[in-house]
């Protein structure tokens, strides 16, 4: 039986540490800065999109890898004998996933997972996927376990700048305004490997986050307790605070909160201030 290599995507935003502890390998997406092509969280930080905002009024943006960028990013570990297992964003938000699979037909012994989610949602199943490795199995048991496990994953973040969805598509500009307005912070779920706005929180910010904690902790017997991640864009750290209390007031058997920053290609379309709770079902 062959070793086995676990590689994503660098939207899963585990953080360094994480990456290192777990021995993961993380492709970085492409973004465009204007004309520069840049490096997910190599040749461009999340603090260079927001001020490359401010400065211009334009929003950089993302594309995914192509499939000769996959094959040269796992050539080294297909000749060391590695099989590896590679996770992509959903499908329904990008090609990378699609453009994996073309790869994977010309190289082989690589197993693509389209996670059906995003963030740290894919971390979720990437640690998921290294509990196995761990455990001794294979690399398309593996893969066949995770891709059944894809639907358990509780993803939702709450969105505190509305500007940057709206100037990505992703929210029209009368609903952008309203929100605005209105001082509404829209919650976005990922449902079925698609983001979905799913309620809408009014109020001083912190209490806005602290109401969202509640609705996805509160009264849950079936959260499992392994580990929990609160991902953020860059935001006040009493409100991760604040949501830290919530996890320990509401589920006090989680054994490991893990807090991360996403990278630059989550970044580019909700802005600073967004922050998720993100966890697995039994």
Not at 40 to 62: F, H, K, M, Q
Not at 148 to 162: G, H, K, M, P, Y
Not at 181 to 206: C, F, H, N, Q, W
Request: glycine share 6%; aromatic share 8%; charged share 25%.
């Amino acid at each position: 039986m062959n070793k086995v290599k676990i590689i994503s995507d660098s939207t899963c935003d585990l953080s360094e540490d994480i990456l290192k502890k777990f021995d993961v390998t993380v492709l970085p997406h492409p973004i465009l800065r204007g004309d520069e092509l840049l490096q997910d969280n190599v040749t461009i930080t999340p603090d260079d999109i927001y001020a490359y905002y401010e400065s211009t009024g334009r929003l950089c943006t993302t594309s995914a890898p192509n499939s000769y960028n996959y094959t040269s990013f796992w050539e080294p570990w297909l000749e060391q004998g590695y099989d590896i297992i590679h996770f992509t964003i959903s499908s329904d938000m990008s090609t990378a996933y699609n453009q994996a699979v073309l790869a994977a037909e010309e190289t082989g012994h690589v197993y693509p997972i389209d996670s059906r989610t995003l963030s740290t949602g894919i971390g979720l199943l990437v640690l998921e996927a290294c509990d196995l490795r761990d455990q001794g199995l294979a690399a398309e048991e593996i893969a066949d376990r995770i891709r059944e496990r894809t639907a358990s994953c509780q993803v939702s973040f709450l969105v505190d700048v509305i500007e940057y969805l709206w100037k990505g598509g992703r929210c029209s500009s009368v609903a952008a305004f309203g929100a605005t307005m209105l001082k509404l912070k829209p919650r976005i779920d990922v449902l079925e490997g698609k983001m979905l706005s799913t309620k809408k929180y009014r109020g001083k910010t912190a209490r806005c986050f602290a109401s969202y904690a509640d609705d996805v902790l509160k009264d849950k017997d079936n959260i499992r307790q392994d580990r929990i991640f609160i991902t953020h864009s860059g935001i006040d750290p009493e409100i991760i605070e604040i949501v830290k209390d919530k996890i320990r007031t509401h589920q006090p058997g989680i054994k490991e909160i893990y807090v991360t920053r996403a990278g630059g290609t989550i970044s580019c379309h909700c802005g600073p201030g967004t922050l998720g709770i993100l966890y697995m079902y039994q």
